[in-house]
Nanobody
Framework: QVQLVESGGGLVQPGGSLKLSCANS????????MGWFRQAPGKEREIVAA????????YSADSVKGRFTISRDNAKNMVYLQMNSLKPEDTAVYYC?????????????????WGQGTQVTVSS
């Protein structure tokens, strides 16, 4: 069973930065492609960024492209989301997810395991 635990959320002013971390309980974390999703109040959950099993390929949603960067450290069983130039519209609960596929997955349906989420609030 894969257990994912997110951390690093919080309150930040517009223009600020946060780095989210996702710890994977399994030593075989490199068997999973990973993704970050978010859900704002009253909205559907959406993909933010994804990374392949090896870390060689990444995807970023248009809304965060150039501002957010996904990365992973398989030796540490960790996935990260560096968020810069944050905007109020980035406010949401952010979820880490694991997919058994090798390549980048954009669809929620391809992810089997989910963390509990971490709140990110961008406000002055």
């Amino acid at each position: 069973q894969v257990q994912l635990v997110e951390s690093g959320g919080g309150l930040v002013q517009p223009g600020g930065s946060l780095k989210l971390s996702c710890a994977n309980s399994r030593r075989t974390s490199n068997m999973y492609a990973m993704g970050w999703f978010r859900q704002a109040p009253g909205k559907e959950r959406e993909i933010v960024a994804a990374i392949s099993r090896s870390g060689g390929s990444t995807y970023s949603a248009d809304s965060v492209k150039g501002r957010f960067t996904i990365s992973r450290d398989n030796a540490k069983n960790m996935v990260y989301l560096q968020m810069n130039s944050l905007k109020p519209e980035d406010t949401a609960v952010y979820y880490c997810a694991a997919s058994p596929y090798t390549t980048i997955q954009e669809s929620e349906s391809k992810y089997n395991y989910w963390g509990q989420g971490t709140q990110v609030t961008v406000s002055s």
